[in-house]
């Protein structure tokens, strides 16, 4: 029997991410007994804390570990639930996780999943360094800047790289935990929990719900005000060397700059506002994909096309299908 250790932070945590994780584990338990491959459990599972006291979540629920970190000796799946709230003091309520995580992933050989914004956690033991990861798309910004020698990997919901393993934001977790069990119990096992929970096995990126708002926590003034510039304009036909001109820098400096303080080049920059503004119109108008496009800046419609994929994952009519409200309910 392996042994599951499902995490229970302190402070601020999405608490359906410890039941939720719990639940369809025990699901697939239980399937896999029902059917006959195995007689007993093939995952042990225990709620891991620092202590055994309850822990309080938003003054309404509690959760009361079935064991401490210091009683957990060896085992085989860490899965660290998903913290909310300031993850600078979220991390500091929970940094003791931070080294018996280490401990069990350098001695034993224990596999680990991050949740969400748990992936800060993960990414302060340094495993992760060298290694792909996905989180939110809120905190892809102030991920980069904490944890420079990770790859992450903004568009993704799941991220597998040697044994650790990280996921999207939200209530994605429960695509993540199917996959975690298609890939310890098998794909009959998650087909059967994926039908019975009613969530999509295979979805895998998060590009369609990522709203894009411009990185401006930076001290480049120069910078800053080309941003502001690009979300006034995004209309019009704006190009790097337009840019650096207005703002009296060299080509390639203003394209070094830039991307440092946003994380994007220019060029991504420009796209991404288009793309953003694109989708505002298609969610709440009847304009017709055509106009949404010459509205944004764009005369090309397979540029246009091409573009909104790229950020969204989805196609300008697929992604009004989806959320246009008038197309969702006719």
Not at 5 to 28: Q, W
Not at 287 to 305: C, H, P, S, T, W
């Amino acid at each position: 029997m392996k042994h599951l250790s499902i995490i229970v932070p302190v402070g601020n945590v999405i608490l359906d991410t410890i039941v939720g994780t719990l639940g369809l584990f025990r699901m697939a338990n239980a399937h896999l007994k029902r059917i006959g491959k195995v007689r007993e459990n093939l995952f042990e599972i225990d709620l891991v804390g620092l202590s055994k006291e309850p822990v309080r979540y938003s003054n309404h629920f509690q959760v009361t570990p079935t064991k401490t970190i210091h009683e957990v000796k060896h085992t085989d799946l860490i899965i660290v639930s998903a913290i909310s709230g300031n993850v600078e003091q979220e991390l500091i309520k929970n940094l003791p996780f931070v080294d018996w995580i280490k401990k069990q992933r350098i001695e034993n050989g224990a596999e680990i999943a991050s949740l969400c914004k748990s992936a800060f956690i993960l990414a302060e033991t340094g495993l992760l360094n060298g290694k792909s990861c996905a989180t939110h798309w809120t905190v892809h910004d102030d991920f980069k800047k904490r944890y420079p020698q990770v790859n992450l990997i903004p568009e993704k919901i799941i991220s597998e790289d040697n044994g650790i393993y990280s996921s999207g934001g939200a209530y994605s977790f429960l695509n993540f935990v199917h996959y975690l069990i298609e890939k310890y119990y098998g794909r009959e096992t998650a087909i059967w929990c994926s039908k019975v929970s009613e969530v999509d096995l295979d979805r895998s990126d998060q590009n369609q719900f990522i709203i894009f708002s411009g990185q401006k926590e930076h001290n480049d003034e120069s910078i800053k005000k080309a941003q502001i510039f690009i979300e006034k304009h995004y209309e019009e036909k704006l190009n790097v060397e337009f840019l650096a001109k207005k703002f009296a820098i060299s080509r390639r400096n203003f394209i070094r700059r830039f991307k440092k303080a946003t994380f994007n080049t220019p060029l991504e920059y420009i796209q991404r506002v288009k793309v953003e503004a694109a989708k505002k119109s298609i969610e709440s108008s009847t304009l017709n994909i055509n106009q949404v496009m010459y509205n944004v800046g764009y005369n090309d419609e397979k540029a246009f096309r091409k573009t909104f994929k790229k950020y969204t994952g989805l196609s300008p009519l697929e992604y009004r299908r989806k959320y246009n409200r008038e197309m969702a309910f006719s």
